[in-house]
């Protein structure tokens, strides 16, 4: 009669059920690793997008030098667009769809433009005639910049 020891089946059952654990473990950091370069590639579409936008602009405007009236009004569209990106920026943070560290180098970014002669003008003239329009960056405008969109409320 051969006696079958009761350890080997749990020694099994123990070593199968930490293969397991260690399956999970690589499946979630697999996932994790997936949506940071998602969010990533992501982020990095939406700098592309910037790049191409503020290439129209008149590069004394984005350099921050003063512009004439008729030169801002010539580029109004094209700084329309930007607003419009800057304010999608800021919704996306609210959002949680970009990180903190690219929304602190975003943010930055959109203070300085509109803090330059030719984007406050362009700025001023959209936002008067466009009430209803860019409540992100306007609300964020508010704030001083300062607040986190990621701690509003979705919905006011």
Request: net charge positive.
């Amino acid at each position: 009669m051969i006696h079958m020891n009761s350890t080997i089946p749990n020694s099994v059952s123990a070593f199968a059920n930490v293969v397991i654990a260690l399956g999970v473990l690589v499946a979630v950091y697999q996932v994790r690793v997936t949506l940071k370069i998602n969010k990533t590639n992501f982020e990095d579409t939406l700098t592309r997008e910037y790049r191409r936008i503020t290439s129209n602009l008149p590069a004394d405007a984005v350099l921050g030098k003063p512009l004439n009236q008729i030169e801002i009004l010539s580029s109004l569209d094209h700084f329309q667009s930007y607003f419009d990106l800057s304010n999608e920026q800021v919704f996306l943070r609210q959002t949680n769809r970009i990180t903190k560290e690219t929304w602190a180098h975003w943010r930055g970014g959109i203070r300085q433009n509109l803090q330059f002669p030719a984007f406050q003008f362009a700025w001023n003239l959209i936002k008067s005639a466009s009430k209803d329009r860019f409540q992100e960056l306007r609300k964020l405008e508010s704030t001083g910049f300062e607040e986190d969109p990621r701690s509003w409320p979705l919905f006011d």
